[in-house]
Each structure stands twice: as structure tokens, then as C-alpha cells.
């Protein structure tokens, strides 16, 4: 008889490979199940990767085939309970390899085997030579005059000046400062009352409280400026009262620093932040004061869904409907239906807050799955913004903005108040045209024979990008073609508007606020700081359109809207309209009426009527039927199959093969098709949609077909992705 193998560790490891890996533990340590969730560092052909053990049992090979564990990273487990469960769901609901989901979940100083940090609370304060110094100005003088003879916080010196870490390093190698730990609930400010809730905040409020102990989805349904954020703080604070954790998700790093601020100051405890412009070693630590209970409040962007909550009490998704919570690479999740999955495992209630709710939200709130709370009018003094729809056909344009427009924004600043010019699209103009023979700047990457990609013009006209590879070049001196020297910028982008109003109106600030005068950390918050309530004009993209508060904003403008009117995307009205909703809303929240400007080629067109009419309720009614009668989301189940190669063939034969797998199952098929973009970056792009009237259906389809495409020869030659439930078909 022979002797049964010893038991061995099933480990996910951060690869492409829809399978797990048996590993011998270490030498004096036995396979027991206290190592699930783990990290590990293993070999793996000729390199060394770290996984998380998800089990233990006997092997599957001989003995002698299995390698040994290098090293245990961690003695107890670093992923558990509900959170370890969960992630095992999404693996199973995305058809993603465990492992790669696994590394998704943690900071990058975790996923590379960095041992979880400290998060003790740290201060500075001066020494006793440092009290006595005399100073020369400068960075450590103006921090030794914050410091005085205090302790003060890291946190408070964080949001003090940019910059003060160095000069805190300074003053301690000349042994004139220190660093101290202080204790973490004298680093928040004494909590400041709100205003009183009217009396739609205060039944949402009491609606929230009546499910405080259990699971249940609240679709917070309020205009723009009614005041949900006061509805959040008060559920918060109830949460915070019962000694449990609130996450707070927000859709874009711009609105962190507000909602930080806001949330500070009401609630009386620190607040953890957790977005991509932090650092890592700030990412970890975040992740290890969650894990440790120690963080009550976080607010974070889309990766914060995955932070582990052991004390959890409440979840609230802000601008739920916003396309900022689909991750659209790597791994393709949808933060907000996560966080549907997570609440509802953890026992606790989910408030999903928009003034322009998704179809699928409002869809699950008319089956009664979700509890439908309605803000209905600004809170306050805040009046509704009068909208006018500019018809500019046949009418003279200055960098797309009509003679009538400028005279509006004119007639805005004599008044002391802000105009907001919103256009979404970054840049100087969409194309570079010689005038003499028709030439476009095209990128070579991701242009095909068939159809040209334009490089998007920059920097005034000197330079061209690509914005979907993301290569640059100078722009030409003359055509490339006929050597001619008419090249002309067409249309108009978000610098070239900058510029038109800078010298139309040079007495005031024109600020531009896009991907490109926001990369630096915190950089809109600093630029809208800069701005403050003096007369001015914004320029921006959709990055203004979300949340922020400008009280002397009183003329919102929106040009650039028609291209939307007409997208081959079933979802292109939804995102408009919502997009319109929310940029229309930044207009008179306070005190100061406001009005919205709606600058367009097809004042006509039933979109603008509807909205115009009925405002968001009815064109999301009237969208609900035109989408069941379509059997499009959300009365149908999608997956998007993505091929890409260098040859197209390839990408083709793939995609047939894989919608040969599907033979048999209760789904629709369509394709293989070129992708919208059919070229990015030198790859030929083709998709698969795959359509079923239920979950299940499709599910089960998938499930079967995706293991497949793993071993298929046809995927070697090319790169391939599944998105389930894809909110965007590039």
C-alpha cells in the first residue's frame, strides 16, 4: 500500500492562467488551512512571483514534481472572510483567473511582497536647540513657525504646504525637530454642525437609519444642489455612533480633496483617502489602517471598493451612474456593482446617490429591488437654473463659440459673476487639414486604409497627439503631401477656447480645467482655490461636470454637444443626457440665479426635447422603452470578446473559434466585427458581442467557452480580453 502524498498549498498567482499551483510548504511547516489568504513568494519557471494561498489538500502531481514555497510572507492571513469570499465571486462572475483578481484587491507594495505597514499616528515638534534657533526664511523657517511649540499632526502639516516632508528632514538631521507618534483621534478637527435637513433630506435620512442593520440597496434620486452629500454626512455619522466603518466611493481624484474637506470638518474623525494619485506607500498604509479597523471614514475612487471592512456599517457609491467605476483594461470590473455584492455580504446598506441615476439602477428601482428616494428640489436658496437652447446654424463661430454665447458670458462678468464653458474634448483642435490638397495628420498606429484616426492638435498648434495610443510628434511646418504651407487647425478643443476668451476678455481670469492642467496631485483643487468667487471663466471637460460646488457660477455654457446626438452606441443618449444633466447642474447653487446655454446645430432633435420638456425622469422613462423593445441592457446580459493582432486574420480566426464554443447555449452572437476604433497602437481590433435575455444564460455560456479559449492554438497570436457587462463597445 502506498504511502498517501502529505498535504501541499493551492496558490493563486498574478497570472493570465485560469488555474492554481501547488506548492510544498516551507521545511518545518505543514499545509495547514491558518495559511489561506497569505501571501507567498514561489517559484515560478525563472522567476520568483507572490501569491495568496486559497488552499490546502493533497496534490494533484507527484510529489517529486512539486516545488517547495520559498518563504511564508505573512502569519496570519492577509485576505479573509468576507472580503476573501467576495473576490473569489468576482473572479467567477468576470471569467478572470483567481490569482490576477487576487493582486487587483491589493496596494502594489503589497502584491510585490512588502510587509503591510505601520499606521501609527506621527507628528513633528521642535526640540529644545530647535525652540531657541534663530532662523533664516525659507521652507524649515516657515515650519518651525507652524510647529511653535506644538505637536502637530502629519496629517494637518499635509494639508498646511506641499513640500513640508523636506523641510521636516532638514530640521531633523540638525537635530532641531522630531518626529513623535501622536494619538490618531486627536489629529481630527472637533466636528462642526450641519445645516437643518429639509424635510425630503431628513426622510432619506430616516429611510437609511431604518435599514442600518441589514442589507438594503437606497437609490438616492436628487436633483443637482439638493443636498444629498447632507443625507450621506448624517448616515455617516449614525454608522460612525455605532462604532462601525463608512466607504464613501466618488467617481473621479478631483472630488476627493472637496469630499474630503467636507466630511472632515462635519464629522469629527479622521478621514482616509485612497486614490491612484496617491503614493504607494500611502495606498498601503491606507489598506492596512482599513484592515485593522482603525480606519472609520474612507473616501476613495474606484479601487477602494476592494479595502477590507471588518467593522463595516455602511457603503455609499456618489454619482453612481458614472462610467469612472467600470475599469475599461486589465481586470474589467464595475466598482459600484461590487460594492452591491461586498454590502450585501458584509449585512450592512448600500446608498447609491446621482441627480441622473443609471437605466439599470432606476430599472431595479421600478421591480422594487432597490428602495427609490427622491431629492426633488435645491436645497437652501439654490434656485433651478432657466436653460436656453441656442440654435447655431448658419451663424458665425470664433473657436466654435457663437457671437450670441460671448455676448451672454460678457453680459455674466459685468455682472461679478463666473461663467463655466464646458466642451469635451481636451486639446487645441480635433485635426490638422493642409487647406490646399486635404490632408489630415493621421496616426499611422491606429489608422487603417479604410478609415483615418486624427491626431489631435496641442500645445497651440505645435505638437500632435494621438489620445487613443497616446504618441506625440511636432506638428509639420508645411503638408507632407503638397508641401504646402495652409495647415489649418479645425474645430476646436479646450485650448483653443482658453485662447479665444483669454483675449476677449483679458481684465479676468480664464482658467482651463482638463486631463492636461490636472496631473499634478491636487491640481484642481489648487487651480478652483486660485479661481475663488472673483468674476472669471472656466474652460473645461467633463472633469468639471461632476459634484463641484461654485456658488458664483451663474452662466453654464455647453458647446460641442452635437457629435454626442448621433453615436452608433445604444448607451451614447443615456451618457448625453446625463452629461448634460450634470454640467447644467454647476449653475446657480447659491443664492444667484442661474442659466444654462445649450449651444447646437439640431435645436430640434427629440433628445434636447425631451430633456428640455421633462427633464432626466422623463427621458430615462422614454429610454427604458426604446431599450426593451432593442433587447438592450438593462433587459438583456452582455460580454464583449476583444481580439487584437497584428494581422487580422488572426484576431478573426480566433473570435470564430470562440463563438463555435457557443454552440448550444441560449445566446446571441454577434460578430466577429470591427471594434469601433478597428486599429490601436499597430493591432487590428475585432469583437464578439454576446447577448442573453438572463444571467444565468449567458453565465453558463461563458463558463464553457472561456476555459476553452485558454488552450485554443488561435490564442497564442493574438491578445484577448472578456468584458461582462461592458458599458462601452471600444
Excluded at 430616516?206 to 437609490?219: G, K
Excluded at 471598493?305 to 467593522?311: A, G, R
Aim: glycine fraction near 8%; proline fraction near 8%.
Amino acid at each position: 500500500m502506498s504511502t498517501p502524498s502529505p498535504p501541499v498549498w493551492t496558490v493563486a498567482l498574478p497570472v493570465p492562467l485560469p488555474r492554481r499551483f501547488d506548492y510544498r510548504p516551507p521545511d518545518g511547516e505543514e499545509a495547514g488551512v491558518d495559511a489561506i489568504g497569505c501571501r507567498v513568494r514561489v517559484p515560478f519557471g525563472r522567476r520568483e512571483l507572490v501569491g495568496l494561498v486559497v488552499g490546502s489538500g493533497a496534490p494533484e502531481l507527484a510529489p517529486d514534481a512539486i516545488k517547495p514555497v520559498i518563504a511564508r510572507l505573512d502569519e496570519t492571513p492577509l485576505l479573509r472572510g468576507e472580503l476573501l469570499e467576495s473576490l473569489h465571486w468576482l473572479a467567477r462572475y468576470l471569467h478572470a483567473p483567481l490569482g490576477e483578481v487576487l493582486a487587483t484587491a491589493l496596494p502594489t507594495l503589497l502584491r510585490h511582497g512588502e510587509p503591510v505597514p505601520d499606521t501609527r499616528a506621527f507628528g513633528w515638534r521642535l526640540t529644545a536647540t530647535g525652540r531657541e534657533a534663530r532662523w533664516r526664511p525659507g521652507r524649515p523657517q516657515r515650519l518651525a513657525a507652524r510647529l511653535g511649540a506644538d505637536t502637530v499632526a502629519e496629517t494637518e502639516l499635509d494639508a498646511w504646504m506641499d513640500g513640508w516632508r523636506d523641510a521636516a528632514r532638514t530640521l531633523a538631521g540638525r537635530e532641531l525637530a522630531e518626529r513623535v507618534e501622536v494619538d490618531a483621534s486627536d489629529t481630527a478637527p472637533l466636528p462642526l454642525p450641519g445645516p437643518e435637513l429639509h424635510d425630503e433630506q431628513q426622510a432619506a435620512v430616516d429611510a437609511v437609519l431604518e435599514v442600518r442593520d441589514r442589507f438594503a440597496t437606497l437609490l438616492l434620486d436628487g436633483v443637482t444642489g439638493s443636498g444629498k452629500t447632507e443625507v450621506y454626512l448624517a448616515a455617516i455619522a449614525d454608522c460612525l455612533a455605532r462604532g462601525r466603518q463608512a466607504l464613501v466611493l466618488v467617481p473621479e481624484i478631483g472630488l476627493t480633496p472637496q469630499t474630503l474637506a467636507r466630511f472632515r470638518a462635519r464629522l469629527g474623525v479622521p478621514v482616509h483617502v485612497l486614490h491612484s494619485g496617491l503614493s504607494d506607500g500611502e495606498r498601503a498604509r491606507t489598506w492596512a489602517a482599513c484592515a485593522r479597523g482603525e480606519a472609520r471614514v474612507i473616501v476613495g475612487t474606484r479601487s477602494a471598493v476592494f479595502l477590507p471592512l471588518p467593522q463595516a456599517g455602511l457603503v455609499v457609491v456618489d454619482e453612481e451612474h458614472d462610467g469612472s467605476y467600470k475599469q475599461l483594461d486589465g481586470l474589467r470590473y464595475h466598482a459600484r456593482d461590487f460594492a452591491l455584492v461586498r454590502a450585501k455580504a458584509l449585512g450592512v446598506p448600500v446608498v447609491l446617490g446621482s441627480a441622473t441615476p443609471s437605466l439599470e439602477s432606476l430599472h431595479n428601482a421600478q421591480l422594487g429591488r432597490y428602495a427609490h428616494l427622491r431629492l426633488s428640489h435645491r436645497a437652501g436658496a439654490a434656485r433651478t437654473p432657466r436653460v436656453r437652447v441656442l440654435d447655431i446654424r448658419k451663424r458665425a463661430l470664433h473657436a466654435g463659440l457663437s457671437n450670441e454665447l460671448l455676448d451672454a458670458i460678457d453680459a455674466t462678468l459685468q455682472a461679478e459673476g463666473q461663467a463655466l464653458v464646458f466642451k469635451n474634448r481636451r486639446g487645441y483642435a480635433p485635426v490638422l487639414l493642409c487647406h490646399d490638397c486635404g490632408w489630415t495628420a493621421d496616426c499611422a498606429r491606429c489608422s487603417t486604409p479604410e478609415r483615418g484616426s486624427p491626431m489631435t492638435v496641442h500645445a497651440h498648434g505645435r505638437r500632435l497627439q494621438c489620445h487613443h495610443c497616446g504618441v506625440r510628434r511636432p506638428a509639420p511646418p508645411a503638408c507632407p503631401d503638397c508641401g504646402g504651407l495652409a495647415l489649418q487647425p479645425q474645430g476646436a478643443g479646450t485650448e483653443r477656447i482658453e485662447e479665444l476668451l483669454t483675449e476677449r476678455f483679458p481684465e479676468v481670469p480664464v482658467l482651463r480645467i482638463d486631463r492636461g492642467t490636472t496631473q499634478r496631485r491636487d491640481a484642481l483643487e489648487h487651480h478652483l482655490a486660485k479661481f475663488g468667487d472673483a468674476p472669471g471663466v472656466l474652460v473645461g471637460t467633463q472633469m468639471l461636470a461632476k459634484g463641484h460646488d461654485l456658488p458664483n457660477l451663474t452662466l453654464v455654457a455647453v458647446v460641442g454637444i452635437d457629435e454626442g446626438l448621433f453615436s452608433a452606441d445604444f448607451r451614447a443618449p443615456e451618457k448625453l443626457a446625463q452629461l448634460l444633466i450634470q454640467v447644467a447642474g454647476r449653475a446657480g447653487r447659491a443664492r444667484r440665479p442661474g442659466e444654462v446655454v445649450l449651444q447646437t446645430h439640431h435645436p430640434g432633435h427629440p433628445l434636447l426635447h425631451v430633456l428640455l420638456e421633462g427633464g432626466y425622469p422623463a427621458f430615462a422613462q422614454a429610454e427604458l422603452v426604446q431599450r426593451e423593445a432593442a433587447g438592450f441592457p438593462p433587459f438583456a446580459r452582455l460580454a464583449l470578446l476583444r481580439a487584437e493582432a497584428q494581422r487580422i486574420e488572426h484576431a478573426d480566426a480566433f473570435l470564430r473559434v470562440a463563438s463555435g464554443l457557443l454552440d448550444g447555449f441560449d445566446v446571441q452572437r454577434f460578430g466577429p466585427l470591427p471594434a469601433p476604433l478597428p486599429r490601436r497602437a499597430g493591432y487590428q481590433r475585432l469583437q464578439l458581442l454576446v447577448s442573453a435575455a438572463d444571467r444565468p444564460a449567458l453565465h453558463a455560456a461563458l463558463a464553457f467557452a472561456v476555459p476553452a479559449l485558454y488552450d485554443a492554438p488561435e490564442a497564442r497570436r493574438v491578445r484577448w480580453s472578456l468584458d461582462v457587462d461592458p458599458v462601452d463597445l471600444y
